[in-house]
Nanobody, 112 residues
């Protein structure tokens, strides 16, 4: 089973930046990797995805501020987040689509 581990979260001021990593235990070259987030007392929200062909797509709430990329040689997908807002505060997780492979999540807190 594919194992995923997220990292890179933390506390950042509004307008700041963070880059999250999703490291896989095996090759992701043929996989679609999705990023999700879940804020306290809210449903999980899809954020972005990276496909095996290099295509990316974003939720309207992060379009223009977040960038997803992958390094297949390192089996890692990145989520670069810029111009962060308090409403971006959540636990961010990655998932290999069509599998039950989820990471444990990484906390992102945007606060002054």
């Amino acid at each position: 089973q594919l194992h995923l581990v997220e990292s890179g979260g933390g506390l950042v001021q509004p307008g700041g930046s963070l880059t999250l990593s999703c490291a896989a235990s095996d090759s992701i070259s043929m996989r679609i990797i999705d990023w999700y987030r879940q804020a306290p007392d809210k449903a999980r929200e899809w954020v972005a995805h990276s496909t095996k062909g290099g295509n990316v797509k974003y939720s309207p709430s992060v379009e223009g501020r977040f960038t997803v990329s992958r390094d297949s040689a390192r089996n890692t997908v990145y989520l670069q987040m810029r111009n962060l807002k308090p409403e971006d505060t959540a636990i961010y997780s990655c998932n290999a689509r069509y599998t039950d492979s989820w990471g444990q999540g990484t906390q992102v807190t945007v606060s002054a």
